[in-house]
């Protein structure tokens, strides 16, 4: 029997994601404060369609706001670990990451009551040290990778990259890859962002987005009896009118193609009992 899982899951950012690219006047920090405004609503609209899922959330945005924070646990939903600030792990110095890491996870223990196991990291860029953290630490899963589209895999350390001759291959570790991709991400198809060196347009049609989201689990629904797919939003994002209203199309149709939902701890743990590790 086929078994489709989709993830959809939050990254609940509010205004540190744009604090980290260093907009920290009054409007950049309103466009992320809108996330507080919008995180009620999508638990909801999560709540109406009995879905549990989970929110990666930065320290310093569980620092900001502890009551939205503590309602994302209250309904049930899992916390992973996003950082201690937005900035991405490739631009942290090792020290800084691992510190980040542990104080991170040390205020998660203090808002759900355990471990977080999972971790996303800012702007999908994990440094040469991250694998290597995440194990020390005793993480299940990593989720800011896009080596598959919907089916999770062994997350490899040791690779060696260069540029002149072939890849060397490391080894798999136990770490579980949960995958993501830019195009399940609703943050490009629909934020206007204006830097000194780049522009990303967004502001995309929130219909042409949806199509695109169910037709990859249709095309994981035709080709596989078993897979799992994830998509990332952003309560500062989504939260808007016209999108909140995608979201739950995007809820419908996945729900008459047949979804089992899950948060991605839940869905982690299914494909190491499905797929165990071997050393
Ligand atoms: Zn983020």
Known sequence: MKRLVACVTFDFD????????????????????????????????????????????????????????????????????????????????????????????????????????????PSWDLSPHTLRLLLKYGFLYESSMMGHDHEPYRARTGDLVHADRAMEFGQPSPLIEMPISWSLDDFPHFEFLRLPTSVTPGLMNASGVLENWLDDFEYMRRTCDWGILTYTCHPYVIGRGHRMLMLERLLEGLVEKGAVFSTLEAAAREYDARVPFKA
């Not at 996870?105 to 996303?120: A, D, F, M, N, Q």
């Open 14 to 121: 509010a205004m540190s994601g744009l604090v980290a690219r260093g907009l920290t006047s009054p409007t950049p920090v309103s466009r992320g404060e809108f996330g507080a405004v919008a995180l009620p609503r999508i638990l909801d609209l999560m709540d109406r369609f009995g879905i549990k899922t989970s929110f990666f959330i930065p320290g310093v945005v569980i620092g900001t706001y502890p009551k939205l924070c503590e309602e994302i646990v209250k309904r049930g939903h899992e916390v992973g670990h996003h950082g201690w600030t937005h900035v991405p792990p490739a631009n942290l110095k090792p020290e800084q990451e691992e510190e980040d890491l542990v104080r991170g996870s040390e205020l998660i223990v203090k808002l759900t009551g355990k471990k977080p196991v999972g971790y996303r990291s």
